[in-house]
């Protein structure tokens, strides 16, 4: 059994991981990060959890400031994705002209994308792009734009189809020359598609894909079992020592930001966010901080009974190793030190616990116990407690406490197990003896 995991599921799992277009959205995806943080801590800073102190901050008119930054950040993911996306899929296909790649990405997307907006008095707007469109409602376009432009760019330069400057020309001018030729070839393919919508079908290919893609995929991954899908992938991959967090963050973060930032957009135009107003559950920080809380597998109830009640050393030693890290959202000691990777004795809790938590999770938020998420997103790294109030205020700090709790009594009588057979390996072990003096 343990020939055939090692030999065949591993090795499909690692290829199918290790390919481009999964690769250029792990990568790709990443490039955004700096800027969901910091949009995060300014729009957490203009909707403080604590009533008096939101009040002062929008009466000194902190709070439009801070608007304005996150509107800069948050609102431009779209954008910030299909560059990352293009350049990322270039970058590790070995292409010197990557930047160029991404920026003929870059100008695809906004060929694609609505450059009118009508106004609420029914006016329209002519020579604009919408930050609906360069935020949640543009993302699954910016991941299809991202992956199909580095493919149809790759394939001229390795055919040589470029133009050729002699030696001695400044590397950035042969850079553009080369990059000329594809980039014409991709923009004038999408000018036709383009021109196809709008004069065909009255519409914009970014349109198009986000009612045809993108609304039908944020109407699954909302559901509960895409979110109990979602959940369980991720630690089953972790279990066969793929790192599953990576790749499901690759594949669903698109989805997950259009969701949180669906959900802001709700919030921004003064209506309460509810089911009941379009509000979605699935979003990134139910993944984040719940689902991936203490780390991949929920392994802090393993931790907790590793530092204060294991008998064997073993575990003694990696519950002092591993109860820091853990609070911060690392478990990589635990998990390949205890070990859970390929351990079957540790398979079910592991894999069980955050589609358990998915369950409670959704619960909550569907019967409205707890608040859905707006667009704040807390750095992963944030401790329990103190993130969930970050995020949504007291109730959420309640629902991630009850989440650890459970995670301890889910692996308790597996870890006992554990421990008690390493108490017996290690009682059975010989002493060593001692070096003799010479």
């Known amino acids: 059994m343990e020939k055939f995991i090692n030999e065949k599921v591993v090795v499909y799992i690692s290829k199918f991981t290790n390919t481009k277009v999964i690769k ?85 997307f906004v060929l694609l994308t609505p450059s009118s907006k009508v106004l609420e008095n029914g006016e329209a707007v002519i020579g604009v792009i919408s930050k609906d469109w360069t935020a949640g409602q543009g993302m699954i376009g910016a991941i299809i734009v991202g992956l199909i432009v580095p493919l149809v760019y790759c394939w001229f330069l390795k055919k040589n189809i470029r133009i050729k400057m002699p030696a001695g020309v400044p590397e950035g001018v042969t850079n553009a020359f080369s990059a000329l030729i594809p980039a014409f070839v991709i923009l004038t393919g999408t000018a036709v598609i383009h021109g196809i919508c709008s004069i065909g079908f009255n519409t914009t290919g970014m349109e198009i894909i986000y009612k045809v893609v993108q609304t039908p995929l944020q109407k699954m991954t909302d559901s509960l079992g895409g979110a109990v899908l979602m959940c369980f992938t991720g630690p089953f991959l972790w279990f066969f020592g793929v790192h599953g967090s990576t790749v499901v963050g690759g594949i669903m973060t698109g989805l997950l930001q ?64 591993g109860i820091i890290p ?67 205020g007291w109730k959420s700090a309640l629902l991630q406490l009850v989440i650890l709790c459970v995670s301890f009594f889910v692996y308790l009588p597996f870890i006992k197990k554990v421990d008690k057979m390493n108490l017996v390996q290690e009682k059975n072990q010989p002493v060593e003896d001692e070096d003799e003096d010479w």
């Open 258 to 321: 259009a969701n949180s930032l669906a959900n802001q957009a709700i919030i921004d135009s003064g209506v309460e966010l509810t089911i009941a107003n379009g509000g979605h559950i699935v979003t990134q920080q139910f993944y984040d901080q719940f689902i991936n809380i203490t780390g991949a597998g929920i392994t802090i109830g393993l931790v907790m009974y590793m530092f204060f009640f294991a008998k064997s050393k073993q575990l003694k030693a990696l519950g002092k190793v």
């Open 24 to 108: 250029a959205l792990k990568d790709g995806m990443m490039f955004s990060l700096p800027f969901l943080m910091i949009g995060s801590l300014f729009l957490l800073i203009a909707n403080l959890p604590i009533k008096s102190l939101n009040t002062l901050v929008a009466e000194c008119g902190l709070a439009d400031i801070c608007s304005q930054v996150y509107s800069s950040t948050f609102s431009l993911m779209a954008l910030f994705t299909v560059v990352g996306i293009t350049y990322s899929y270039l970058k590790n296909d070995k292409i010197s002209t990557a930047v160029n790649g991404a920026l003929t990405g870059l100008a695809a």
């Open 326 to 392: 853990a609070l911060f959202g690392i478990n990589e000691p635990v998990l390949f030190g205890t070990p859970i990777v390929m351990n079957p004795m540790l398979a079910i809790p592991f894999i069980g616990m955050p589609v358990i938590a998915c369950l409670i999770q959704y619960f909550a938020l569907y019967t409205g116990i707890c608040p859905l998420y707006g667009a704040t997103q807390i750095p992963w790294t944030c401790p329990p407690i103190i993130s969930g109030f970050l995020l949504a």
